[in-house]
């Protein structure tokens, strides 16, 4: 089991440094670097078992935490031509931090405890 999701971290790694890149072309690019960069180093961390369990829990909270914050206003689904651009982008930011915030749960509750 540990093996697959050490798998499963090497492709969450990769997720994550696509998802940085696709946020390039964003103002706040910055931002998405950091926090997309933080779950890829995470999920590095996890395959080398190099991180305690609570980073991975504190994570996931800051995930949860940074999801409502980013959830808009009227939620109008992802797809482009649904609804307000302004709400499609705020729904697809927060969809992308709840995917980190569930991953690191799933890092939390598998790593050895230290």
Request: hydrophobic share 50%; aromatic share 16%.
């Amino acid at each position: 089991m540990k093996n697959v999701l050490k798998l499963l971290a090497i492709g969450f790694t990769c997720y994550f440094i696509w998802a940085a890149y696709m946020n390039s072309n964003d103002m706040d690019a910055t931002l998405w670097y950091f926090i997309y960069g933080v779950a890829a180093i995470a999920s590095l961390l996890f395959i080398a078992e190099k991180l305690p369990k609570i980073v991975y829990l504190v994570l996931s909270v800051a995930y949860i935490g940074a999801t409502f914050y980013f959830w808009p206003e009227t939620y109008e689904g992802v797809t482009v031509g649904e609804g307000d651009i302004k709400n499609i982008e705020e729904g697809r930011e927060a969809l992308g931090l709840l995917i980190n915030a569930v991953v690191m749960s799933l890092y939390g509750f598998a790593s050895k405890s230290k």
